[in-house]
């Protein structure tokens, strides 16, 4: 399985971006895929995940950030609201079919 990541880029707080990932390979709807993130000098960590059993966001993103999946394509996509300073980070397109694979990083910048 390969992840193609694209989207992102500089937006000033308040703003709207949109992430989207397509992902080649064998992959079926009920294998889990989504988003995580990675701040400068944290962990990475769970954005939204999309599941055989639902979706998964963090609290941090609730109500602001909401993730869609197209089956038949292989793309999930993130629709990014509100967004806030701390929401600046690598975000991580992430699809698990028996082990997870990982995207190429993109780079959400928030300008306060």
């Known amino acids: 399985v390969q992840l193609q990541a694209s989207g992102g880029g500089l937006v000033q707080a308040g703003g709207s971006l949109s992430l989207s990932c397509a992902a080649s390979?064998?992959?079926?709807?009920?294998?889990?895929m989504g988003w995580y993130r990675q701040a400068a000098g944290k962990q990475r960590e769970l954005v939204a995940m999309?599941?055989?059993?639902?979706?998964t966001y963090a609290d941090s993103v609730k109500g602001r950030f909401s993730i869609s999946r197209d089956r038949a394509k292989n793309t999930v996509t993130l629709q990014m609201n509100s967004l806030k300073p701390e929401d600046t980070a690598v975000y991580y397109c992430?699809?698990?079919?028996?082990?997870?694979?990982w995207g190429k990083g993109t780079q959400v910048t928030v300008s306060s």
């Open positions: 999309n599941s055989g059993r639902g979706t």
């Open positions: 390979g064998t992959i079926f709807g009920f294998n889990p």
């Open positions: 992430k699809a698990t079919v028996a082990r997870d694979y």
